[in-house]
């Protein structure tokens, strides 16, 4: 880790004391914050504003036992990339949107509400952007449980349905 | 005022790709806007998940046709991030090198399109001339013309022999000379500066607030580059510059496009000199389990990818994030307020980039609805019949 990377820990570290937070680096350039759900949004406003971070993107990830969102950062004065990981249980699926903070969250949240089904609350603009207005409510295609083409022995009843409306004139 | 709503799209009015843009307009000014894009979402994420490592650039090269090279490059520095591997520096130039000469055909084929909008059809002509000995150069080098798979986790797939870089000189030799003419026309040229100059302007705020990247943020005078910033491949090896302009206009980021040019010709050609015979690959035999996050810095602004492995050939989640996701959604800041003549030039301005196919969408009035619907013909005419105004006022 070099000096530079080590100052941003411990600055990061220090301004997010209050939310229990554990902050790691791995290799020279990147930093991973775990923060707790509830304080996920104050931690992002934190990262945006006062250290001037860049929202380059955010990945929403179904592990076994909750859905992660991963908020990366880029500080572009020192080319360090800083990964905000936060998450939801499965039932609930909810979380405080960042995009209330600037428009730069916007397309990002709705895209992992599409594709996972995390829902944002408050979320300034919350209408589909990936899927296709006919496709079903409640089926999230990047969730663990959603068949795979690769273990998909037949065509789900919902796509049999979606092909049989392009195909009727 | 009577408000109409403006629909362009989802054939997309500028390159022939898909995207929907509802602009809201009273009289010629437009008033509101809104973007939908995702006509035909390929899922490569969740393919990439089914694919091995070795497999993978293969299918990323193929997000885009103009910028192959980035988003391997993205991923290649994901990998390597992941599994802690050096690359070889011969691999660093050779990587350095595609890279540049990729942007150089790339914007030289949106100032092409650029001069197309505002009814300039020989910069049009010009600047695709000039771009094709670059792409014949790829053909030669590395057997295709846009998609060179050249990048794997390590370096290099394949070397370039240290007898064919005359080649490469040549044609940076070839190409120079146009685009220093062209970047003069542009900078010189009263008609454009009133044309290109103070339309579809992105604040230093709106940019940040946006999260936009690459000249188009640039063009705003954000000074962000992450060649620079975080420099990849050989580019903490040569000097070179960042361009920046602060005016956010269309004018600027066309000089900030034109400037790079420029500098990608001189930065390709410093890594010629330098670049020395040696390994151009390391070899990777273990992917550990954990993360990785890459990116790289493609004409139209920063490729992000991250992948999570649980030590297995195959990563358990990979994400995307391509330039336009996020210039994009800024359209609707520059858009409002101008006239509907410029609102094709302020979205060419970003350099959009969606590289996907399409749906079919029909616009047709609701029964006994009485509407005007504006196609890319009219809105194309509109564009040229401003620049000839200008012209003649000039």
């Known amino acids: 880790m070099d000096a530079t990377c080590k100052q941003w820990v411990q600055d990061l570290e220090k301004r997010l004391e209050s939310f229990r937070v554990s902050v790691v680096a791995r290799g020279s350039r990147r930093i991973y914050v775990d923060v707790a759900p509830q304080y996920s949004r104050e931690a992002n406003r934190i990262l945006f504003e006062e250290f001037e971070g860049r929202l380059a993107t955010a990945t929403g990830m179904d592990t076994p036992l909750r859905i992660e969102v991963l908020y990366h950062y880029c500080l572009d004065t020192d080319g360090i990339v800083v990964t905000l990981r936060t998450w939801t249980d499965k039932d609930q699926c909810e979380l405080d949107s960042v995009a209330t903070l600037f428009e730069g969250a916007n397309f990002i949240e709705r895209e992992i509400h599409d594709l996972l089904g995390v829902r944002f609350r408050h979320h300034p603009d919350p209408r589909r952007l990936i899927l296709a207005d006919n496709w079903p409510e409640g089926v999230y295609p990047l969730r663990r449980d959603f068949a795979t083409r690769r273990d998909r022995t037949e065509t789900p009843e919902f796509l049999r349905e979606l092909t049989r409306e392009v195909t009727t004139p | ?394």
């Not at chain 2, 794997?152 to 490469?168: F, M, N, S, T, Y």
């Not at chain 2, 015979?277 to 990116?295: K, L, Q, S, T």
Request: glycine residues 8%; contains cysteine; negative net charge.
């Open chain 2, 1 to 394: 005022m009577k408000r109409t709503i403006v629909p362009i799209g989802p054939f997309h009015p500028i390159q022939e790709e898909p995207e929907f843009f509802q602009l809201t307009v009273e009289g010629e000014t437009v008033v509101d806007a809104d973007v939908r894009l995702s006509y035909n979402h390929r899922g490569i994420e969740r393919l990439c998940q089914d694919l091995t490592y070795d497999q993978i650039p293969f299918l990323l090269a193929r997000i885009c046709g103009i910028c192959s090279a980035s988003h391997p490059m993205a991923f290649c520095q994901a990998g390597e991030d992941l599994i802690g591997v050096e690359v070889p520096p011969r691999g660093q130039f050779l990587r350095t090198i595609i890279c540049e000469l990729e942007r150089i055909h790339s914007h030289l084929l949106w100032v092409g399109l650029a001069g197309h909008f505002i009814g300039y059809n020989t910069v049009f002509m010009w600047a695709w001339k000039y771009r094709e000995p670059i792409l014949e150069l790829f053909e030669q080098l590395l057997g295709n013309r846009n998609h060179y798979e050249n990048f794997c986790i390590g370096g290099c797939r394949r070397d370039i022999p240290q007898d064919k870089l005359p080649l490469i000189s040549k044609a940076l030799d070839d190409v120079e000379g146009p685009v220093e003419m062209l970047t003069k026309a542009v900078l010189d040229d009263p008609v454009l500066k009133v044309r290109l100059g103070g339309i579809g302007i992105l604040t230093v705020e709106q940019a940040r607030r946006y999260c936009t990247t690459g000249p188009t943020a640039r063009g705003s005078g954000v000074n962000i580059d992450v060649r620079h910033d975080e420099p990849y491949a050989a580019y903490d090896q040569i000097d070179w510059q960042v361009h920046v302009q602060p005016a956010g206009d269309v004018l600027a980021k066309a000089v900030v496009r034109l400037l790079e040019t420029m500098e990608s010709i001189q930065i390709a050609r410093a890594c010629i000199e330098r670049i020395e015979p040696g390994a151009f690959r390391a070899e990777v035999r273990e992917v550990p389990e954990g993360e990785g996050i890459g990116h790289a810095e493609a004409p139209r602004g920063e490729t992000f990818h991250y992948v999570c492995s649980d030590g297995t050939n195959y990563p358990i989640r990979y994400k995307v994030r391509a330039p336009t996701y996020v210039n994009l959604p800024s359209f609707r800041a520059s858009v409002i307020g101008q006239e509907l003549a410029d609102a094709m030039l302020t979205v060419a301005a970003m350099d959009p980039c969606y590289s996907c196919t399409e749906r079919m969408a029909v616009v047709r009035p609701r029964r006994g609805e009485q509407r005007e619907i504006i196609d890319q013909k009219t809105l194309l005419k509109m564009s040229w019949d401003k620049t000839e105004r200008i012209r003649r006022n000039v």
